[in-house]
């Protein structure tokens, strides 16, 4: 009779194996599914119902910039404004009071100047170059609503070389070939055939730079103008940094055509200012008043 065979013995040091059932296939990760693109949100300028509604966004803007440019530095004294035109009354603009500071201005500090240089809503002076200047801009050009002037550091700089900005960056080609030289100095602009003059040299043009004195940048609205200035102060600064370093390097004719061509508008200027214009009424949010 055959002897049993005896159990195999575990390996030394095998664990021994539980009695579970085994794991499921996993089964691959689903794809996420991409969101609608006409469910993201994407800022664009608003339309408004109504004149009035449309004018107190005007201000609110206005208030906005000029606590920026506060910010930023730009304000020199009394010196330095932004116009914005009346939606209603298209002849007369909304400016800061003269000698109010900047970083102070709310909504209901900003006064309305008719096409005389008349304070016709507001108990404060109006800056009378600021009518020279923007009076002159607004009437010749229709399309502008809003003009910003002042004296900040970079732009006095540059315009004292009685020269243009070189396309020598992607942010400065949205001026190639759309800003002007006022290559003449006479004085503060206090009278309208000065205004005028410098309504002339503006052109059709965003920004003009006026020798011996800064910068004036125009746009469709109070956020383009605005922007407009920003980036061309940003602009002058880095054109004088570059040059005391050595010699930059200029962006073909071709290529700074195409650029302006992508970043040169309104509405592209629009969309830059929206994220500081965010800034200012979160952190200021008293200047709404």
């Not at 008349?118 to 800056?127: A, C, I, L």
Request: net charge negative; with cysteine.
């Amino acid at each position: 009779m055959p002897e049993p065979t005896p159990p195999t013995p575990n390996a030394p040091n095998a664990p021994s194996t539980p009695n579970t059932p085994s794991a499921p296939a996993s089964t691959p990760a689903s794809v996420p599914t991409p969101v609608p693109t006409d469910q993201l949100h994407f800022a664009l300028p608003p339309q408004h119902a109504t004149v009035e509604e449309e004018r107190r966004h005007r201000k609110e803007r206005l208030a906005a910039a000029l606590r920026l440019f506060g910010r930023f530095g730009f304000e020199e004294g009394v010196a330095g404004h932004i116009t914005a035109r009346d939606p209603e009354f298209t002849d007369c603009f909304w400016v800061n009071p003269f000698g109010m500071s900047f970083k102070h201005i709310t909504v209901g500090d900003l006064i309305l100047v008719n096409h005389e240089g008349k304070v016709v809503e507001g108990r404060h002076h109006v800056n009378q170059a600021a009518f020279a200047i923007h009076a002159q801009v607004h009437r010749a050009r229709p399309d502008v609503v809003a003009a910003a002037h002042s004296h900040s550091v970079y732009g006095r700089a540059l315009s004292t070389l009685g020269e243009l900005l070189d396309p020598i960056t992607q942010d400065v080609c949205a001026f190639y070939e759309d800003h002007a030289l006022f290559d003449d100095y006479t004085g503060v602009v206090v009278d309208e055939e000065e205004g005028r003059r410098i309504a002339v040299a503006l052109g059709p043009h965003k920004a003009v730079i006026l020798r011996n004195h800064g910068l004036l940048t125009v746009g469709d609205s109070v956020d383009a103008a605005a922007w407009w200035f920003i980036t061309m102060e940003r602009s002058c600064q880095v054109q004088l940094t570059a040059r005391a370093a050595g010699k930059p390097v200029l962006i073909d004719h071709a290529n700074a055509v195409h650029t302006r061509e992508q970043l040169g508008n309104d509405l592209v200027a629009w969309i830059n200012y929206q994220p500081l214009y965010q800034q200012m009424t979160r952190s200021e949010p008293d200047l709404l008043g």
